[in-house]
């Protein structure tokens, strides 16, 4: 039974493009969804390059081991993702299925096993039976058609309440390319599931190396400024495939002025597909834009950002659309960065609440009533100790989300 | 009207012994709290050492700022709490509200200014009405008694629903010495409220420098290992005043044996009050216990141990009895702390769930759920890479914390 649309989602899926070079198809293995599809084959062109970017988690499941072992080749030809079981802490059987996995699509594909990227998500603990993916893929293997990232962006979901979809387009030189993405998440807090997972595909050709910094730059600004509850997951995965179909003159460099607006779109997708992910938090009622101005540096805007989109105290007070702003202050003041308390100023909404270290004279609770009982929230913090800034995105924090996460039996 | 009080409270508050060079008193400001005494008044005899440990969150409130600027004396004559508005973020007006307090009690008590310690709990961001305090000091200090230390552990709450006191005896030397002190918090998540606050008294001598290493010595093994949502807040204070009544042999230094005992009673007073916070946790119906083994170190231990007693994925599970482990291993993941996921181990309720990387094969969930609808949940993780060990205490994630800190409108 699906769960009620997220009431922050978008209005709909996007108009999903054609990526010259990346096929799909998807099928159901019946290992823990039935009566929906919960297995995804992507086929890349040959010559495709790839980078990723993985969890930070200590305890990274067998798909992200297989993951950055492969990723110095640069390249790709193929993907399979399954949502049901996230294969983590499942030991040696775990890291079997990974690799039986990669080498069963690679004879498919007619390519090496280590150009075949594995993702999964689900539940933690519980090993794959290998052949419910395996006995699928000769039939995916036929049924690849350029026209399914709608349908593959279904797929892989797990608790999320809508398919999230991201789509825009750049030059690189006089060469049109486009850049398409789907991910799937709650923002790591389905119950039981891990995760957050992005794939991103375009036909431009970009060499491996100046593609992994593209895509960690943007990650950084993306999804790594997003949370719903702080727990990272074991199994968070985001890979972008650069087929070449394009054909753009080939930047030399990462900082190549070609790149500038391919720069621009990619974090334009991650972005919108990583406020998504906050957008689909268990039981969110609210959309959370926390701004940070004025910190030491950027990374501890973002500290700052981050620890005041984590407050338990900050999200249900705005669940309750209580402008309570002596919790924001708080959460400045855990985050463990530097910021001058007698010189800081806060605004919720556009409204000016603190200022100098104290509460605005000119602040009246009622002005800023209509903003706390929108979706939509914005706080706004500035340090005054420098020139750093950030964004942080979440969500509040509900009884929807203990109803979630705590109101069941396993 | 007061709170339910928290399923996992003590049976009942401590007697609270008399400690010579030790008097309290209290009284109602109305400036909060209308029908309950919310303002306490303590007076030490002359030549009590002191020492104070406070929040490392970079917004404290005045009564902080001016409890670090005092602390160098090493003494103290007097202790002025007030609970109801907490003084942070009050600029210039908190600052002078603190001083003339102090100035007012010091007068009162024939002491100096800056041997009169401050603290205040309660909202962040208004002003404290000084007059409210200073003008109730005159009547508290001709009401000092001994005995009134019961009274005082309970004019000092805010959203507590129960007060919190420990004891303990020791001896120095031939010496008996007698520790006892008492708490407010419901682990700094109290609607608008800031805060942990604790005191603790004894008659033994103890030079102030080596009181100073005992206070944060225990404090890092229990104040700081308690958590109920992360936040930590504005203005927590832990203060330790010995009036050296019981006329032990002064310890030369820290390490001299006949501290032994001391420093273990301190712990146990520390410890108790600390736990006592965390099952006062708003909404609390479970008392969490997280210990861990193997880490890197002692500090890595205690990483680890606060990830997994702040994740809350960790304390939904638990508050709906489920034995979800596979989130505690997410939890370990996600410390940033050194764990061998290949090697490590989980037991909850003493009962054996994972070990070397994968499900125990010994484990049935049922074996586990006896322990789950228990009150007091264990959980023992070793992560295999070393000797470093810790404890945190917490509580469980229920609708009663986003009643309580979403559920009003301010």
Redesign the interface.
């Known amino acids: 039974m699906a769960p009620n649309k997220s009431p922050l989602a978008p209005e709909s899926f996007p108009d999903f493009p054609v990526i010259p070079g990346v096929r799909y198809a998807c099928g159901n293995s019946g290992m823990r969804y039935k009566g929906r599809d919960d297995v995804m084959l992507a086929e890349f062109d040959a010559g495709t390059t790839v980078a990723g970017v993985f ?6 499941g067998a798909p992200v081991d297989w993951g950055r072992k492969i990723l110095p080749t640069g390249l790709a030809r193929g993907l399979v993702v399954n949502a049901g079981i996230a294969n ?4 040696a ?1 775990g890291k079997k299925t990974v690799e039986d996995t990669a080498t069963a699509a690679a004879q498919l594909l007619n390519a090496s096993p280590e150009h075949i990227y594995i993702a999964s998500t689900g ?3 519980d090993p794959i039976p290998t052949e419910k993916i395996t006995s699928l893929l000769p039939r995916l293997t036929e049924d690849l058609s350029a026209d399914a990232g709608n349908s593959a962006a279904n797929c892989i979901l797990t608790t999320d309440t809508f398919a999230k979809g991201a789509v825009a387009t750049a030059k690189i030189g006089n060469t049109d390319v486009t850049i398409a993405g789907f991910a799937k998440g709650s923002g790591m ?1 389905a119950p ?1 599931m ?1 995760t957050m997972l992005a794939f991103i595909f375009t036909d431009a050709a970009i060499p491996a190396s100046i593609l992994q910094q593209l895509l960690s730059d943007a990650n950084e600004r993306s999804f790594n400024c997003v949370t719903v ?6 199994s968070d995965t985001a890979l972008l495939f650069a087929t070449g179909r394009a054909q753009n003159v080939i930047p030399a460099t990462n900082s190549d002025d070609s790149l500038a607006g391919f720069k621009r779109a990619l974090l334009e997708v991650m972005t919108d597909l990583a406020q998504q992910v906050a957008r689909d938090g268990e039981g969110a009622s609210k959309f959370i834009t926390v701004k940070v101005t004025g910190a030491e540096s950027n990374p501890s805007a973002k500290t700052i950002a981050l620890a005041i989109a ?4 900050v999200k ?2 705005i ?9 924001i ?11 001058d ?2 010189k800081m100023s806060l605004k919720i909404g556009g409204i000016l609440i ?1 200022e ?4 605005a004279s000119s602040y009246q ?1 009622k002005d800023v009533m209509p903003h706390m009982t929108g979706k939509e929230i914005d706080i706004d913090v500035d340090v005054a100790v420098g020139d750093g800034r950030a964004f942080a995105w979440t969500c ?4 929807g ?3 979630i ?6």
Do not use: C, Q
Request: proline fraction near 3%; hydrophobic fraction near 35%; glycine fraction near 10%.
């Open positions: 969890t930070k988690n200590a305890m990274p983590v802490f499942t030991g059987a539940v933690i603990g807090i039981d891990a509850d702080s727990d990272t997951s074991t984590n407050s338990p105290l249900t007070a669940a309750g659309e209580d402008a309570n702003w002596g919790r202050i708080m959460a400045v003041g855990k985050s463990g960065e530097k910021a308390r007698d603190a100098n270290g104290a509460r609770e509040d924090l509900t009884h989300y203990i109803e996460n705590a109101d069941y039996r396993s």
